[in-house]
């Protein structure tokens, strides 16, 4: 009788599919959370081995940044390298149109300017990140802005119509504000129901100024990766 995988065996099943995506010489994004982070630790094994060489990586956070750093993986910033061949990502919720929710790990600026800098955004996700529609997990969907007068912002967010009476929380680190790694504030939105157009919601989050950025990833992805019970599934 084949026996369940866990959670994490998943997350590594399908990170270490994505890393099929990455040639010797190539410049790739290396995404945050604890998915990408198997990606990030197979490159390392495969420079070490020899098996990948050349490669030069942009990373999405100062966490993924030291991780990659102590596996002895060539890193740039997108200022050395505006040009990626791939980048390699987590998500915290995928519709069927593979637009994701991001950011839950509080990383989402760095990542979306990584991922639209790259030619292929491969997205790794176990089952679980499956939503028939964007906000249906009910947990956040987190919109970075600036420490500037937050609760006005964070007052202004919720009033937005096209979030139709979502409820915003200032994300905490304990009994002080968790800051982001460009110094910003986060606010995690919370949603009832899916939300109806996601489209229509990033350009409205979009105009308020003091947004920085938010976790709508739309028409990003290239490639998904599902990993499930019936094992490793492509959708692109
Ligand atoms: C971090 C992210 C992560 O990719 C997302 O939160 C998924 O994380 P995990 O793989 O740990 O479930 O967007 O900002």
Redesign the pocket.
Known sequence: MATKLSQDEL?QQAAWKAVEYVQSGMVIGL??????AFAVDRIGQLLKENTLRDIVAVPT?IRTYEQAKGLGIPLATLDEQPELDVAI????EVDPALNVV???????LR?KMVELASKKFVCI?DES?LVSGLGGSKDAMPVEIVQFCWKYNLERLQKLPELAGASAKLRMAGDKPYVTDNSNYIVDLYFQEPIKDAYAAAKAISACTGVVDH?LFLDMVDVCIIAGADGVRLQD
């Open positions: 997350k995404g945050t959370g604890s998915t990408a956070s990502d987590g998500a915290d991001k950011g839950r790990g509080g990383a989402l990542e996700v990140k976790g």
